[in-house]
């Protein structure tokens, strides 16, 4: 099994800023765009970030773009996503894990790391 861990969230105002990690087992990590995605309460999960694999290329959602920064470490399995000027519609359980071309996803899904956003 490949398995990932998050963690770093917690309980900012509106404006603050919080920097997530999520550590990844397994030697895939480096060969794969590694995602950030959340679920609100209510809601669906929702796609946030991608970062490529090698070439560092970054894609957001548009209710993030300016705000979020993904990042990643491959020689410590890790990817981050920086989150600054943070809004109460950003509360979430924050998920990262690597989509499948063909569907699913490379790694069990974690534990999540909760971000909540006061106004």
């Known amino acids: 099994q490949v398995q990932v861990a998050e963690s770093g969230g917690g309980l900012v105002q509106a404006g603050g800023s919080l920097r997530l990690s999520c550590a990844a087992s397994g030697s895939i990590f480096s060969r794969v765009a590694m995602g950030w995605f959340r679920q609100a309460p209510g809601k669906h999960r929702e796609w946030v970030a991608t970062?490529?694999?090698?070439?560092?290329?970054?894609i957001y959602t548009d209710s993030v773009k300016g705000r979020f920064t993904i990042s990643r470490d491959n020689a410590k399995n890790t990817v981050y996503l920086q989150m600054n000027n943070l809004q109460p519609e950003d509360t979430a359980v924050y998920y990262c894990?690597?989509?499948?071309?063909?569907?699913?996803?490379?790694?069990?899904w974690g534990q999540g790391t909760q971000v909540t956003v006061s106004s």
């Open positions: 970062i490529a694999s090698s070439t560092g290329s970054t």
């Open positions: 894990n690597a989509a499948r071309t063909a569907g699913g996803y490379y790694f069990d």
